[in-house]
């Protein structure tokens, strides 16, 4: 059975950081909303272009766009054997539009892996993040520093911050997260699919919990 699974948690939650590292561990694609978008946006098509105006002030791009988007991705080959969504489902539309789509691929969610961190450590972890333009990993100042500054541990990419990465976007995206994507911790919850991680701790220890909480639900999973 193909191992679906969500990374939910606030901007900044180490959501892309923690997909990235399962994604290799258990050999299935990450597929973020936000990377697809930039993608898109470095590459000027009309997505990106469109995109562009709701990125850059912490809004989300509409739902049907969205959703559009994912489900493509979603019917590429490689992820046959399941996937890691980050950063989608960020809407009760676009979650409800999530379980259509797998039950006509005849697949299901195996868990929602929810990575709790309070506001103030997002806004920091935020500020210090530096992304790998060609790669996409992240990096913290301080907390998670490359060993050559500037330089992407993995393929030697150069290192940016992301256009929306000031404080007052991080603000309102944290903002929008309470208002629009927070209800889908008890749209999950009620489906008994939610796990709930602390994510204040070190990246390893969070990796761990994570691994842990994956091989439990995929035991209980049909
Ligand atoms: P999200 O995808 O949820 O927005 P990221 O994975 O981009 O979050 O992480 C945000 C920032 O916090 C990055 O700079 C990353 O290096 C850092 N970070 C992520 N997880 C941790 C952690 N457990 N401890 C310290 N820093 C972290
Ligand atoms: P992220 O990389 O997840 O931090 O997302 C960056 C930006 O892309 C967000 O602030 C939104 O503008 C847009 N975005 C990413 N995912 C979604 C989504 N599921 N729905 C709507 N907008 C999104």
Redesign the pocket.
């Known amino acids: 059975m193909p191992l679906d699974l969500i990374l939910m948690g606030p901007?900044g939650a180490g959501k892309g950081t923690q997909a990235k590292i399962l994604s290799q561990h258990l050999g299935i694609p990450h597929v973020?909303?936000?990377?697809i978008?930039r993608d898109h946006l470095h590459r000027q098509t009309p997505l990106g272009q469109l995109?562009r105006q709701?990125?850059d002030r912490?809004?989300?791009?509409p739902d049907d766009v969205?959703i559009g988007m994912i489900r493509e991705r979603l019917e590429q080959p490689d992820c046959r054997d399941g996937v890691i969504l980050d950063?989608?489902?960020?809407?009760l539309p676009?979650a409800r539009a999530l379980d259509q789509m797998l039950s006509e691929m005849g697949r299901s969610l195996v868990a929602v892996l929810y990575i709790r961190v309070q506001e103030e450590l997002l806004l920091r972890r935020l500020a210090g993040r530096w992304t790998c333009r060609t790669c996409g990993a992240v990096y913290h100042i301080e907390l998670n520093p490359p060993r050559t500054p500037g330089q992407c541990d993995l393929d030697g990419g150069a290192l940016y911050q992301r256009e929306?990465d000031t404080e007052e976007v991080h603000r309102r995206?944290i903002q929008v997260y309470q208002e629009q994507t927070a209800p889908l911790v008890s749209f999950y919850q009620d489906q008994g699919l939610l796990v709930e991680i602390d994510g204040e701790r070190p990246i390893q220890e969070v990796t761990t919990a994570l691994l842990q909480a994956i091989e439990i639900r995929r035991m209980a999973h049909p």
């Open positions: 901007p973020a909303s936000g990377d978008f995109a709701y990125i912490g809004e989300l791009v969205t950063g989608f489902p960020r809407t676009q929306d995206r």
